[in-house]
């Protein structure tokens, strides 16, 4: 029997680590400008806050694992999104892309705190102005896609809406600081969860759909051929 492999030729070597040379250099970049900046202190931008305010090691956990149910979420909906594009479902990857970007956006407000301390001290506008803003894409996100949403788990949804909203009122209305620490933090926690387990399920059903499709299509297919 003859040697079938062969020696990869150059282009074929370095085409697979293209999106890794890519992500390399802009994270150079991203580097390099931290690194070479003066209007914060260096260790303010590349150490842990746990180093940075010496505190321990278990400092905002709970805060911690919403971020990653954020992304969680946000990565759910953005690979769902690919498959349903990819598998001729239009109608849901479009679905799926703008709950992804709504996603990033509480993302990104939740772990750099946009609405409350950011864009104020960025940009001097009122807080509850930056929510608005923040949660314009969500909004928009369900106005325009009403139809889509009902053909999904909307009461995992609603839930996500409504410990989300219970937390934003107790944030205004509730002065006990312990209590209401715990019963805000804890709304939001029950929000950001239930958000990330719609868009974990939602993306499997609509991947399994197109998956049990295309396999029945290709069982109709052979069954079509001539023995």
Known sequence: MSERRRSRSWREQVQPITPLLVAWVAAGVAITVAGTQTAVPVNMLFLDPQAVGDVAWYAGVLSNVGIF????????????????????????????????????????????????DALPELVGTPKRANMLLVVAPALVWVSTQRRELRRTRTSILLSAFGALGASVIVDRFVD???????????????????????????SRDIARSTIDASMQGSSSDRLGQPA
């Open 176 to 202: 006990a600081p312990t209590l209401g620490l715990v019963v805000e933090d804890g709304a939001k926690l029950f929000g950001i969860i239930a958000w990330m387990l719609y868009f974990v399920l939602t």
């Open 69 to 116: 149910c954020w992304t969680v979420a946000a990565v759910a909906a953005a690979g769902g999104s690919w498959v349903a594009a990819r598998t001729n479902r239009p109608s849901a990857a479009t679905f799926l892309r703008g709950g992804a970007i709504a996603t990033a956006v509480l993302l990104m407000d939740d772990l750099f705190l946009l609405h409350s």
